[in-house]
């Protein structure tokens, strides 16, 4: 495996990425609304798992729930600055009287937000999770980043790439489709892996979080042999005392299948996440490598994009 390629330079930049410091200012809020699309909304949804305190809404459409008003911290992600739903979303917010927070590189969000963390441009979205991600942490999870060793996580995973570089080749090798199942708190990061394998390694994927999983998906997994056989299966571990780490066993046996099990390490929540960030971005970057493809390539996205904004 040849680590020069450019877009494992790409995925090393959550290196630099940590370290940056901005954060919203204080204010009074009921919950928290994240408004984002793909890669720039995946930081919502990660976010969104592991903050407790207050309710976090995450949007992904076009329009803003009527419930969301003044007393809501209302912050709106796009990288670019320009994704149409987003700007939709933003708009809305301002009609209402609502303050718009806003994480971008630029474009038209930056001139519509009331406060604005510019983050660097030159990066594709999913590229640049941790810029999207840190001021949500250092604005509400400040006291746990202050107790973490994120350089230290990072490199734990970089340091499993021979396991890394293993998985990726089963997984290429099956001609399989990845099946990814997790639980609290990481319940996001099999979402994330899904997407990641969708434009890094041009694979379909599914996923599902426990319990969840347990109430559907478990049905056909036991009795449909034929269709399970089409699928690679793989477990991202959450919380170990939660009652989900037992139904992983008994969805095991239940299915008959074995789960490729990935363990994050890290001394807390912040350190493990962002061994699971780092440890899956290598993975299907690997994976997109193995099985002929840059993983770059996401022109079929951008094209679209451009053609909606001609309209």
């Not at 009287?97 to 994480?103: R, T």
């Not at 746990?144 to 293993?166: C, F, G, H, R, T």
């Not at 979402?191 to 969840?212: D, I, P």
Request: charge should be neutral; aromatic fraction near 10%; glycine fraction near 6%.
């Amino acid at each position: 495996m040849n680590f020069n390629d450019p877009f494992f330079k790409q995925v090393d930049d959550i290196r630099k990425q940590i370290k940056i410091k901005e954060k919203f200012t204080d204010m009074p809020f009921s919950s928290i609304v994240i408004a984002g699309m793909g890669g720039s909304g995946v930081s919502g949804r990660i976010f969104a798992s592991l903050f407790q305190i207050k309710p976090v809404y995450v949007v992904d459409s076009y329009d803003l729930p009527e419930f969301v008003q003044k007393d809501s911290f209302f912050i709106a992600q796009s990288y670019s600055g320009n994704t149409e739903e987003t700007i939709s979303v933003a708009e809305q917010a301002k009609k209402r009287g609502i303050k718009v927070h806003a994480v971008t590189s630029g474009g038209k969000l930056k001139e519509i937000s009331d406060e604005t963390i510019i983050i660097p441009s030159g990066l594709q979205p999913r590229e640049a999770l941790s810029y999207l991600l840190m001021p949500l942490l250092n604005t509400f999870m400040e006291s746990v980043l202050k107790d973490s060793d994120l350089e230290k996580a990072i490199n734990q995973a970089a340091s499993k790439s021979d396991e890394i570089q293993d998985i990726a080749k089963k997984i290429v090798e099956s001609r399989k489709i990845p099946y990814i199942l997790s639980w609290e708190p990481f319940s996001a990061m099999s979402y994330r892996f899904k997407t990641q394998f969708n434009e890094n390694s041009k694979l379909f994927a599914l996923s599902h979080v426990l319990s969840e999983q347990n109430h559907n998906e478990l049905v056909p997994m036991a009795l449909n042999r034929e269709m399970r056989e089409k699928f690679f299966y793989l477990c991202i571990e959450g919380d170990g005392s939660s009652k989900n780490s037992e139904r992983m066993e008994m969805v095991e046996r239940i299915s008959g299948q074995t789960f490729v099990r990935i363990k994050p390490e890290g001394s807390n929540i912040l350190e493990k996440l962002f061994f699971l960030i780092h440890y899956l971005d290598l993975l299907t970057v690997m994976a997109g490598i193995l099985g002929g493809y840059n993983p770059e390539d996401v022109r079929v996205l951008e094209n679209l994009k451009k053609d909606l904004s001609r309209n």
